[in-house]
């Protein structure tokens, strides 16, 4: 009886496929874009993709803030930037408010950042 082998294209198709997988999700993870969040536009906006270690707060046109995909209350967005300052006081956050959105909640946010001893704030905006 001939044993037939181990058949290497299938092997390496599928490892393409799950390389080009991880990537595009990375990718997608590294610049946390709430997608329900549309950002107002700006005609001197210049494209920056976040660098690693900024922490992104996506403020939602109701007020809601979510950071890395959960909704956070004001107390618990100020516990977790606390904590980020202290591990490094030069902790850098991108505020991505909707532009549907109350100013008082850009505000609101703003406020937590300076409770929390953060001074490097960006604000988000579209080209």
């Not at 037939?4 to 874009?33: M, S, Y």
């Amino acid at each position: 009886m001939h044993h037939p082998g181990i058949q290497l294209a299938p092997l390496v198709d599928v490892l393409l496929l799950l390389l080009i997988f991880f990537l595009l999700t990375w990718n997608a993870a590294r610049t946390e874009n709430e997608l329900d969040v549309k950002v107002p536009e700006a005609s001197s906006a210049k494209e920056k993709s976040a660098p690693i270690g900024d922490v992104i707060v996506n403020v939602k046109a109701d007020g809601n803030v979510v950071v890395n995909r959960r909704t956070l209350s004001g107390p618990e967005l100020t516990e977790l930037l606390k904590s980020l300052a202290q591990l490094n006081p030069e902790q850098a956050v991108v505020i991505r408010g909707d532009e549907t959105g109350a100013y008082k909640n850009i505000i609101g946010v703003l406020n937590v950042c300076t409770e929390a001893g953060i001074t490097n704030v960006a604000f988000a905006t579209a080209k």
